[in-house]
């Protein structure tokens, strides 16, 4: 059982880190892309970078869970209500992806 919570928070770790990433490198790129201010996007990433290498040491997990839950949850809000996204999408941009992170991210939390 705790080996599979492990792998789970090896992976979201991990794939908050990669998100994480461009969002400090390029966060004026991003800012556009994402029609947010620069101070947003280097806000998220660097959430993001903390909170996935706080998953992959195992620290604070019911709390970085819950916040990256957060952020989940407004990524699918803004793809939803601003962007008007699909669920799927065949050009990668659907919220499809977004809910399994969420959904993993509540599962970590539960489970902490």
Same mark, same amino acid.
Request: proline share 3%; charged share 10%.
């Given at each position: 059982?705790?080996?599979?919570?492990?792998?789970?928070?090896?992976?979201?770790?991990?794939?908050?880190?990669?998100?994480?990433?461009?969002?400090? /490198?390029?966060?004026? *790129?991003?800012?556009?892309?994402?029609?947010? *201010?620069?101070?947003? +996007?280097?806000?998220?990433?660097?959430?993001?970078?903390?909170?996935?290498?706080?998953?992959?040491?195992? +620290?604070?997990?019911? *709390?970085?869970?819950?916040?990256?839950?957060?952020?989940?949850?407004?990524?699918?809000?803004?793809?939803? /209500?601003?962007?008007?996204?699909?669920?799927?999408?065949?050009?990668?941009?659907?919220?499809?992806?977004?809910?399994?992170?969420?959904?993993?991210?509540?599962?970590?939390?539960?489970?902490?």
């Amino acid at each position: 059982m705790y080996g599979g919570l492990f792998l789970l928070r090896l992976a979201v770790g991990s794939i908050f880190i990669v998100h994480a990433i461009p969002k400090l /490198k390029e966060p004026k *790129t991003m800012a556009t892309g994402m029609g947010w *201010t620069l101070n947003q +996007v280097l806000g998220l990433g660097i959430i993001e970078f903390i909170s996935g290498l706080a998953l992959i040491g195992g +620290v604070g997990i019911k *709390t970085v869970s819950f916040v990256l839950a957060i952020v989940m949850f407004g990524a699918i809000y803004h793809k939803i /209500k601003k962007w008007h996204v699909p669920f799927m999408s065949h050009n990668g941009t659907g919220w499809e992806f977004d809910m399994l992170l969420l959904a993993a991210n509540l599962t970590l939390y539960f489970k902490f």
